[in-house]
């Protein structure tokens, strides 16, 4: 019997498993099979229009996965670059309007006037709040009540759209990539209305206010524009396999533009989300990411040459005396992940048991509240790409109060405050039903922390520049600067969440180009991950596919098996595995049509993928494994082979014969008709239509049957079979019994995690 579902497994059965075994084996005989034809053609008869056509075709189709990446890459800049350009206007429009064009936003309708000081609206006359715009004088009352207005109103049409449209457009979507990437199918989740409403939704959702980002989205949308591009080419729209290729460069890029990071984003994908990434993959990655951020690049959204607002440069050094600072924002960036996951998780708990019939109505509330208590302070109202710009930079190339040392004290207050208003509003937002991310939130409120320490610091460095402390530092000149603190804090705070390490060093590093702090950015990620796992494993990526009962197997499943299994024990495979009694299974030598239709159509509803072939019901001595939809697609024929013929129920047309409900159907070799075309890669039975036709009594499917599927005994170790399937991508693994080629059982990924989650469940 199938073990008994927990809440974490009972959405299992809604997802396809992909064989990466068997897809890629099609592919490689497809291949085989067009140089063989090339070979035929290029004998000295054949016409050479035809030898051309086949060298052609085949250098198109060497080609054509370059093709694809191109376009791919190309799309997400450009789709990054429109939504960059809307959420600034829709930010902005919160706070006011610009008298030369309802159209502009703040900066473009200031541009004349200096950068620096483009935020402040006093000197840009152009630029009307809403007080001025509406009632003609100063009035704090009505700009706040726009600021709200306009913040919920975004907010609320963006769940609106996301739920009557495209509900698979909300959240963040990186759960779900890790589960299509690992191996499973969601139907729609990378379709062209789900990145049409993930678009306009996401520029509507930051705009808003909540405390959400659009980095991790990117991901999301980059990858629902590698599958719209490559689903129009043959080549990937039959392949699962080349197809996931296509989905890891995309992400990739995704990563790419949202932090303007090619490298970083290449990193990003292989660190976290890529169960799978061959060297080919990582050339095409690194493609797609290059042309995305050259499209961006082109595109300029911010009109500054950078390709993200929060871009700086650093030509500063640090001092040995910090480490023990950057120790401390480390830990910083390890408890608040920690603390982000765990809280955020019952917040989607509560979220999914008594919210789900009120989505609109929860954005709109939550948004309500955080534009009412946001607008306050001055560094939480500000747009989080636009604050971390301000956060990152340098007092030596900027103005203000940041830099100010009579305004040291408030700023460290509000620095404080809006630190923890943020880490409040992203542990309520991050997972609403709206599209969201947690990786500039969670940078913001990193930045918010280390900036204030760096200020704390520089303030005692003011205050007493001759304590033992600030040996190293040099006589009148500055010695702390505050805006390290603040990229460090961003750095430790993303890898608290997400517990990525490698690529966020990386990103950080492309964001600044700073090569003198990739040690400080290395000492705060590894405590930063260090602390973080002690408070909870995985990121918040991993936690959520576990809440949200998503099927994602990869090797880090091991060290939990080994938890459940504990150092005394040996979890076999037979502990796991669907026992062969309660396995749905093939005889060799037939069964009528009738009873394997009612098989097939029994399987359909029980969601059973495929059968084990035996030689007999009685011994169970195991001959192969066969797909169900291969015979469905055998047996099944179109109208246009019935003519003149009156079919009755229950019969079954191949290749243009009429097959009774006795009719024997056999799945071994040396029967009387067989049919060939689905390891093929035929799309019917056609080819057979006036071939050798039988008399005889049975029809043979044996080419349908896979003879040598991956098998195990039931004593190996669970960890063994979780290696295999990570490694192999088999869709299913066949126990054979320890004296002989008797079927024991059959284990699935389904399996294996509804065991782990079940006794997680348990203990």
């Not at 080349?242 to 949202?258: C, F, K, L, N, T």
């Not at 966020?504 to 600044?512: A, C, K, R």
């Not at 099927?551 to 005394?568: C, K, N, T």
């Not at 030689?615 to 169900?628: A, E, F, S």
Request: include cysteine; proline fraction near 4%.
């Amino acid at each position: 019997m199938r073990q008994v579902e927990t809440k974490s497994t009972a959405r299992f059965d809604e997802f396809t498993t992909v064989d990466w075994m068997d897809d890629s084996a099609k592919e490689r005989r497809r291949q085989q099979a067009h140089w063989s034809q090339l070979r035929t053609h290029g004998l000295p008869s054949a016409s050479l229009t035809q030898y051309l056509m086949n060298w052609a075709y085949l250098a198109y189709d060497s080609m054509v996965s370059w093709i694809v990446v191109l376009l791919v890459g190309a799309l997400i800049g450009i789709n990054t670059a429109f939504i960059s350009i809307v959420t600034e206007w829709l930010s902005d429009a919160k706070l006011g309007v610009c008298s030369k064009g309802w159209w502009l936003n703040q900066k473009f309708c200031c541009w004349e006037y200096s950068p620096s000081s483009a935020s402040q609206p006093e000197v840009c006359p152009e630029w009307l709040e809403w007080d001025q715009a509406l009632i003609g004088t100063s009035a704090g009352v009505v700009r706040w009540l726009a600021f709200v207005a306009i913040g919920t109103l975004l907010a609320t049409v963006c769940a609106f759209l996301v739920r009557s449209y495209a509900p698979l457009a909300a959240g963040s979507g990186l759960p779900e990539i890790k589960a299509i990437l690992g191996g499973f199918v969601i139907r729609g989740f990378m379709g062209g209305w789900t990145l049409l409403m993930k678009s306009i939704g996401l520029a509507l959702a930051v705009a808003s206010g909540l405390s959400v980002g659009k980095e991790g989205p990117a991901v999301h949308m980059g990858c629902c524009v590698g599958n719209v591009v490559s689903r129009n080419f043959p080549k990937f729209r039959r392949s699962a396999a080349r197809q996931r290729e296509i989905v890891s460069a995309s992400a990739a890029a995704g990563v790419a533009v949202a932090f303007g990071a090619p490298i970083g984003g290449v990193l990003f994908s292989l660190e976290d989300l890529s169960s799978h990434f061959p060297r080919k993959t990582l050339w095409r990655s690194f493609f797609c990411a290059l042309i995305a951020t050259v499209s961006l690049q082109a595109m300029d959204p911010f009109w500054t040459g950078k390709l993200v607002m929060f871009q700086v440069t650093y030509d500063r050094d640090w001092h040995f005396f910090e480490t023990v600072f950057f120790v401390l924002i480390g830990a910083f960036g390890g408890v608040y992940g920690g603390l982000c996951i765990r809280l955020n998780l019952k917040v989607a708990a509560f979220r999914k048991r008594y919210l789900g019939s009120w989505v609109v109505q929860e954005v709109a509330a939550l948004a309500l509240l955080t534009t009412a208590v946001t607008y306050a302070n001055r560094f939480t109202r500000e747009d989080m790409g636009e604050l971390l710009a301000m956060l990152l930079q340098e007092c030596k190339d900027t103005r203000g109060m940041l830099c100010a040392p009579e305004s040291s004290r408030q700023v460290i207050w509000a620095l404080l405050w809006a630190t923890v208003i943020r880490v409040a509003g992203t542990i309520l937002a991050y997972g609403c039903r709206v599209p969201c991310g947690i990786f500039v939130p969670s940078m913001a409120i990193g930045a918010s922390f280390g900036r204030m320490l760096g200020a704390i610091i520089q303030s005692l460095h003011r205050a007493h520049p001759k304590w033992a402390l600030f040996a190293q530092c040099a006589p009148d000149t500055p010695c702390i600067t505050p805006a390290t603190y603040a990229f460090l804090g961003a750095a430790a705070a993303m890898c608290g969440v997400t517990k990525v390490t490698v690529a966020v060093v990386v990103i950080m590093y492309e964001l600044t180009g700073a090569l003198n702090f990739i040690v400080p950015t290395m000492i705060v990620v590894m405590v930063a991950r260090i602390i973080g796992d002690a408070i909870v494993e995985g990121g918040i990526s991993e936690q959520l596919i576990l809440l949200n009962g998503l099927p994602f197997l990869d090797e880090g499943e091991l060290d939990e098996m080994e938890s459940l299994a504990g150092s005394a024990s040996h979890l076999a495979v037979a502990a796991v595995m669907r026992p062969a009694d309660d396995l749905q299974v093939l005889a060799a030598g037939g069964l009528p049509y009738a009873e394997l239709q009612s098989l097939v159509e029994s399987a359909a509803r029980d969601s059973v993928r495929g059968f084990p072939v035996v030689d007999n019901q009685h011994d169970m001595r195991l001959v192969g494994y066969v797909l169900r939809d291969a015979i469905v697609r055998a047996l099944a024929v179109p109208q246009a082979h019935i003519t003149g013929q009156s079919a009755a129920a229950g019969t079954a047309f191949v290749g243009g014969e009429m097959y009774g409900p006795r009719q024997q159907v056999v799945f071994s070799s040396g029967h009387s008709y067989s049919l060939l075309g689905s390891l093929h890669g035929l799309e019917s039975v056609d080819h057979y239509v006036g071939q050798s036709r039988s008399t005889g009594p049975s029809v043979n499917l044996a080419e349908l049957v896979n003879s040598s599927p991956v098998t195990v005994r039931p004593q190996m170790s669970v960890e063994t079979a979780v290696e295999i399937f990570c490694k192999l991508g088999p869709r299913v693994i066949l126990v054979t019994s320890e004296d002989g080629g008797y079927l024991a059982g059959l284990l699935t990924r389904k399996d294996v995690l509804r065991h782990i989650r079940g006794q997680s469940h348990a203990q």
